[in-house]
């Protein structure tokens, strides 16, 4: 890990700005720059999940991860909605070969733990291309909520970890993340609320549909980071690497990211940008009465 000479919580700011910095440029500036930054996170999160993994004794094949992941991404890319199920299939199977051929055990783990990387490292992130390029008649693209999300996971971290430290006495997930409080919990989503309300008020959305993303993107934060911490647990690891100064591994930074684009993406398809299936089930409702 690089030494910067400064103390954790300044080493930690700095990387956190410089980490914002970049992956909100890349956010702005969307088409190849965005690609780039996903197949960046997906490269670095793979590597450091299946590093996690060999420490549990498990071996997950990170060529077919990769392979899965470079075809993914090459799917969504050209918006091949229709590939991603063969995709999936096939490179479900090669996974099933890799462990027939390589004959390495334990065998059901590593067939096992190939396909929850494809999902976890590569499917659930590329989600963020879906979301940045959704559009319809008032909204030219989804990078406002994107922003939105964004916020609220950030402002989620700073609150978990300030309230939590200073007020937080009830654990969370003792057995999981010992650090981690009931008040920390609730103080970050106090914070992602009100950050995603005042986002979705500049973005002219109604309040109460900016209020339940804040809160579902806080929740799924949360979990996602507890979800990451139940991995490192049971591998019996601290950090899934030192790549990133101040916050241990390139996972340990986005791990609250990984479960809430997904649901972010589909929560704003369908509530946000393509509401004709509400009218419809409104209409068809009324229709039985």
């Given at each position: 890990m690089i030494d910067l000479g400064l103390n954790k919580n300044a080493?930690?700011?700095?990387?956190?700005f410089i980490m914002g910095t970049v992956v909100l440029s890349c956010i702005m500036a969307g088409g190849l720059w965005l690609l780039a930054l996903l197949i960046f996170m997906l490269i670095v999160g793979s590597r450091e999940y299946v590093k996690i993994l060999n420490h549990k004794g498990f071996y997950p094949s990170l060529k077919v991860i990769y392979l899965t992941e470079a075809i993914l991404t090459t799917v969504v890319y050209f918006k091949r909605f229709d590939l991603v199920a063969i995709t999936l299939t096939i490179c479900a199977m090669a996974s099933f070969m890799w462990v027939l051929f390589r004959g390495r055990q334990p065998y059901i783990a590593n067939v096992a733990t190939t396909l929850l990387g494809m999902v976890y490292c590569g499917w659930f992130p590329l989600h963020l291309l879906f979301l940045r390029d959704l559009s319809c008649d008032k909204y030219d693209s989804g990078l406002g909520f994107v922003v939105l999300m964004f916020t609220a996971i950030l402002l989620t971290d700073i609150g978990c970890y300030y309230v939590g430290s200073k007020f937080g006495k009830h654990?969370?997930?003792p057995?999981?993340?010992?650090?981690?409080?009931i008040e920390g919990s609730?103080?970050?989503m106090f914070f992602a609320i009100l950050g995603a309300v005042g986002i979705g008020l500049y973005l002219d959305v109604q309040w109460y549909i900016a209020l339940f993303a804040g809160i579902m993107c806080t929740v799924f934060a949360q979990i996602g980071d507890l979800c990451e911490s139940l991995i490192k647990r049971d591998a019996g690891v601290k950090d899934s690497g030192t790549s990133l100064p101040g916050h241990g591994g390139f996972l340990d930074r986005t791990d609250?990211?990984?479960l809430t684009i997904p649901m972010m993406y589909y929560f704003c398809k369908c509530f946000i940008f393509h509401t004709e299936w509400i009218s419809t089930l409104t209409g068809y409702v009324k229709g039985l009465f």
């Open positions: 080493t930690r700011m700095l990387t956190g654990k969370l997930a057995v999981i993340s010992p650090n981690k409080t609730i103080g970050g609250s990211f990984i």
